[in-house]
């Protein structure tokens, strides 16, 4: 019995001797077998000090660094990938993008005696479900967002008006854009538009208005649209 | 998780508690794993310590990519990219830049197409300057932007981006009214959403009841909105 444990002993002594005699030779040969056999390194969670060099040489098709899945089709939950912040996610791609803040919504519906609200009742896509009671865009996040804004006149309303479109922070009471437009009177629909960029805050409510306006002529139709620009 | 390989050179048998420990030594000391194509559970938590210039993920490479179409970074949806960096850090993604060299009659009252024959920027090579035609490679999101400049008269102008797929363009057509000495520019925009193969071309009207020519320098610009 002694003799079995001196021996397992020795073997014990002898083999950790040899790792740590060795241990370069050691990690190179099992990093060998880890390209040969196309390791599987599955429900790995590593902690690691955040470096990733490749030393790929490249040509007019190398890709240096490439992350792949399995096919995701669930694009408004799934992420192919993510970047946080101790566990807050700062950056999503899904499958058909990021996963930041797109909308655009239209209606026909007549905002009535300026300044109004303008009304775009029909969403068309809303990324992050930002668009309020069909006038109001409250953002999830701050930081630079795009908007435009295109509002119709309907068909032969008399007289010439210059209405002016604004986009309008609720909460401080101000136009952060605007453009003034003429409108003729002739039988024709035309068109208002508005087109800017603005930073706005986190959950803080911003409206199309128009302003300067009567309802002696009619909207026929407007459409707009905002997006965070990255 | 095991690997095939039980001895080194002088025969000794190491156990799967030996080749664990070495794996996680290896792991820990962030040892070259050149060429590897892992297969993993996707979640990397990097250990860098919070600073100012601190970086929490780093990629970076050995040699200097100046190759044109070679890529910094390809994130993929089981082989299909989605989202990619160009060696230059500009983003693998749609960016079109087109307009008119010539002048174009347009006829009374016909919705006709505005001939967009020359670009300077097309990134996935999506706009056909023959047809004046985009298509879409990657469904997503798009912002595209048209723009043209009329032979001035007092008319009323039209334009308007179509699309042969549902998504019908003409609801939301710019209208304006050009005036002699005042507006003689129409501009139109839209954000779609496009499936992949989805076209868009450029179209204009007018009720100047004859020809109304159109200026050179018309332009189309499409970008994909991340």
Known sequence: MSYIKQSFQAMDTYVNSYINQHEINIRDHLHDKMVEDDVEVSQISRNYAGLWKTNISPNSTTIAHKLDT??????SSTAIFTLCNSGTIKFTLGDYGLRT???RGYGTTDPGASPANIYLTTTEFDTLNEWESSTTFVPKNSGLYAFF??????????????PTLQFWNNYSSYALAEAKTKLNSAGIAESCIL???????????????VSSYTNNFFISAVYGYIYRVL | MSYSFQSISSGVMLSSTFINKIETNIMEHQHGINSITNLYGGNWTSVVTNASTAVAHKFDTTETFVASGSKLLSVCNSGTEKFGIYHDGNFAMTKVVAYSTGIQSIADATITAVQINTKTLDILNEFN???SIFTAVNTGYYEVLGKI???????YVGLQLWTYTALGGDNDKTFLRVNSGYTSSVQHARLWK??????????????AGTNLNISSMSTFTVKRVL
């Open chain 1, 70 to 75: 399995q096919t995701f089709i669930n694009a």
């Open chain 1, 101 to 103: 803040s797109k909308f």
């Open chain 1, 149 to 162: 804004l295109n509002m119709k006149k309907a068909l032969g309303t008399a007289n010439a008006y210059w």
């Open chain 1, 195 to 209: 087109q800017g960029q603005a930073l706005l805050e986190a959950n803080i409510g911003y409206t199309f208005r």
């Open chain 2, 129 to 131: 300057v023959s047809s």
């Open chain 2, 149 to 155: 400049t009329c032979g001035v008269t007092s008319t």
């Open chain 2, 194 to 207: 496009l499936d992949a193969n989805a076209t868009i071309l450029l179209q204009v009207e007018h009720d």
